[in-house]
């Protein structure tokens, strides 16, 4: 249990700051500790935003040495109501066609009734016939149940009541586009209907069609060979490999779709791979360059980067401005737009990088993804999440980090206990002086008293 000073009330000495001098002296080391943990923290949280934006790097790197990503393509029609997509196996071509139809789902209304079984001419259940798929609905004898019960069921019909002054009528529209999800609805259950369906003596409630479910329909090359391509909805998407066209509406003049390759995408493809590297060359630069500041004397003090020492960062950034500006079988990267400046940085020419893809597009590619090959490789052997060369160099600061950190709560309670143990000293040595004094005083007493 500590002991509480009280200072100089005897020997009138600040103990307190006696005692904080001689544990200043004490912590000493645990002060250079403390220096240490404060600096491998700072390169710890260094290392970590480097290591992210190098594994953001390897990604952007990998992908444009992806063969895939260079078949980027673009869609366009002639026409505002049919849209297209493509996928990197489109091919570039133009192909013509004729919009004839647009699918539709099927609409259709009953006869007026009073109740449903009127309807149903009597029969308590209903089946709807949706293709060759027959579903049993009970009726009940509420319009408003009844459809409740049809649009709840598997029938893949939907279905309204709606009253107009007396007259009630049941609205059913199809849950799907296309002819093949037409319906119809027959009276009796399901085993009835099916029996009956066989014999041809189903009974049939009476609908008034609305709207026809039909198939969406196209003509190609029309006037000519006059191909027709129909879809059970208004996407086409089996015509042209890698790309599908959605219509919606009839067009009176033929559409013509062109699939061309995709400057743009290809375009920031590359430009996003320069983006990176130059993320990657700027935070390492950054971090290893000098400063220079005067001192209280007056002398220059020059000061080396956090990095400035750090023998892997320097060959990480080695090795990433080698491979993205070594050429590639004798053709340079500035020839496609990727440009290394006389510093070691990097920079995109979008005009140099057009013109060559405009002019010999497997070149192109040649290049940007052999250096994008070259400048993954480094990333990724750098930045792997477990044997990345970056990656290990981390957790061996954060292993020291931890250890340093043990160390520092050891001196505390270390120097807590020396603390303690001054806080006695003192506070005895306060004790005995008061003893003395008091002696004293009683030794002058009785020599006054002989005198």
């Not at 060759?132 to 649009?151: H, M, Q, R, W, Y």
């Not at 190609?220 to 006059?226: F, K, N, Q, R, T």
């Not at 990656?391 to 043990?406: A, F, R, S, V």
């Not at 050891?410 to 005895?428: G, I």
Request: proline share 2%; hydrophobic share 40%.
């Amino acid at each position: 249990m500590g002991s509480m000073g009280i200072d100089g009330l005897i020997s009138g000495l600040d103990t307190t700051s006696l005692i904080n001098s001689l544990m200043q002296a004490e912590a000493a080391p645990q002060t250079l500790l403390k220096s240490k943990q404060s600096s491998t923290t700072t390169m710890v949280s260094a290392l970590q935003s480097l290591n992210t934006k190098v594994a953001s790097l390897a990604e952007a790197a990998t992908k444009a040495a992806t063969a895939a990503s260079w078949g980027a393509t673009k869609a366009t029609t002639s026409a505002t109501s049919v849209t297209a997509s493509t996928t990197n196996v489109a091919q570039a071509t133009a192909l013509t066609f004729q919009v004839d139809k647009v699918a539709q789902n099927q609409i259709s209304l009953s006869d007026a009734f009073t109740s449903p079984t009127a309807l149903t001419k009597g029969a308590s259940t209903v089946t709807i016939k949706v293709g060759n798929t027959l579903t049993e609905v009970a009726v009940g004898t509420d319009p408003a149940a009844f459809a409740k019960a049809i649009s709840g069921s598997d029938a893949g019909v939907n279905a309204v009541a709606v009253t107009v002054g007396t007259d009630t009528r049941l609205q059913l529209t199809g849950k799907s586009t296309g002819k093949d999800a037409a319906f119809t609805v027959y009276a009796g259950t399901k085993a009835d209907v099916e029996a009956e369906l066989a014999l041809g003596t189903a009974t049939k409630i009476d609908l008034i069609d609305s709207r026809v479910a039909q198939d969406a329909q196209v003509t190609l090359w029309p006037g000519s060979v006059g191909q027709v391509v129909t879809s059970k909805s208004n996407t086409f998407s089996d015509v042209l490999s890698g790309t599908s066209f959605t219509v919606s509406k009839v067009e009176a003049d033929p559409v013509t779709l062109t699939v061309a390759r995709d400057t743009a995408a290809l375009t920031s493809l590359a430009s996003g791979l320069v983006g990176s590297l130059g993320v990657v060359i700027s935070e390492i630069s950054s971090r290893t360059s000098t400063t220079t500041s005067t001192d209280a004397d007056g002398h220059t003090v020059v000061k080396g980067g956090l990095f400035s020492g750090d023998s892997a960062v320097r060959q990480l950034q080695t090795a990433v401005s080698s491979a993205a500006s070594y050429p590639i079988d004798g053709i340079s990267p500035s020839s496609v737009g990727i440009v290394v400046g006389s510093d070691g940085t990097f920079t995109f020419d979008s005009a140099k990088f057009a013109a060559a893809l405009d002019k010999d597009p497997a070149q192109v590619q040649k290049v940007v993804a052999g250096i994008a090959k070259r400048v993954a490789d480094v990333a990724k052997g750098t930045s792997d999440s477990i044997s990345g060369t970056l990656t290990l160099k981390i957790t061996g600061q954060q292993k020291e980090l931890t250890g340093l950190n043990d160390q520092i709560e050891d001196w505390d309670r270390r120097l807590a206990l020396r603390r303690e143990s001054l806080q006695t000293t003192y506070s005895n040595l306060e004790v005995t002086l008061s003893g003395l004094k008091s002696q004293s005083s009683w030794l002058s007493g009785q020599l006054a008293a002989l005198g």
